[in-house]
């Protein structure tokens, strides 16, 4: 199906544990970016990327890896989980950025609880 | 880096008007527009890319001042169709980074 899907959906795990989010489109946006939802800061931007291979830190790196090999996917790793990155993560891909802005289009949301 | 955006939280009746800030400290290009409802992903409302430039989509319409580096988003009539929490976003003019500001959540009731 053509978009922009997130998996997995729902993840709980432990402190210290390592775990990837998965981010697949389907459209071959150049851009792609990772945000985090937390009750009362709204979306914050963590990773994005303008290309393959080529990705940038946003405003909450920390603890963060993110990659992407493939035009399609990009992936976000947390390296070791600690419970203040309980939180919805949003995926999100765009035709443009800067001042070729255009509309993000996002996936449906990953909601991971660190215990 | 992020916008704030203002008010936090409204809640309107059916056919009443709102109006929501979105401001920045940097030098924007652009300013989007999103409506989120509760539990699913942001959805694109409108892009604004000039300054000064007013565009709308039905009853909802917003301004973007390029130099005071402000955008504002006008319901009119509100619909309970418009409840949620809406989102401003910004690119800059240098730069791929793009920011989301801290979100108003809006409540329409019969």
């Known amino acids: 199906d053509a978009g922009i899907t997130q998996s997995p959906r729902y993840k709980i795990t432990e402190t210290g544990r390592q775990v990837t989010l998965m981010c697949h489109q389907t459209?071959?946006?150049?851009?792609m970016f990772w945000y985090r939802q937390d009750l009362g800061h709204g979306l914050r931007l963590i990773y994005y990327?303008?290309?393959?291979?080529?990705?940038d830190k946003g405003e909450v790196p920390d603890g963060y890896v993110v990659s992407r090999s493939k035009t399609e996917n990009f992936p976000l790793t947390l390296e070791s989980a600690t419970r203040s990155q309980t939180s919805v993560y949003f995926c999100?891909?765009?035709?443009?950025?800067?001042?070729?802005?255009?509309?993000?289009?996002f996936g449906q949301g990953t909601r991971l609880t660190v215990v | 880096q992020q916008p704030v955006q203002s008010p936090q939280a409204v809640i309107l009746r059916e056919g009443e008007d709102a109006v929501i800030n979105c401001s920045s400290s940097?030098?924007?290009?652009?300013v989007h527009w999103y409506r989120q409802k509760h539990g699913e992903a942001p959805v694109f409302l409108m892009i604004?890319?000039?300054?000064?430039e007013q565009k709308g989509h039905e009853k909802i319409s917003a301004s973007f001042n390029e130099k005071k580096q402000q955008s504002s988003l006008y319901l009119t009539a509100s619909q309970l169709s418009y409840s949620g929490t809406y989102f401003c976003g910004t690119a800059k003019n240098t730069g791929n980074q793009f920011y989301f500001g801290t979100g108003t959540s809006l409540t329409v009731i019969p």
């Open positions: 459209w071959s946006h150049s851009y």
């Open positions: 999100a891909s765009s035709v443009g950025q800067g001042r070729d802005s255009a509309e993000a289009f």
């Open positions: 990327s303008a290309a393959a291979d080529i990705t």
């Open positions: 604004l890319l000039k300054g000064g």
């Open positions: 940097k030098a924007l290009y652009s």
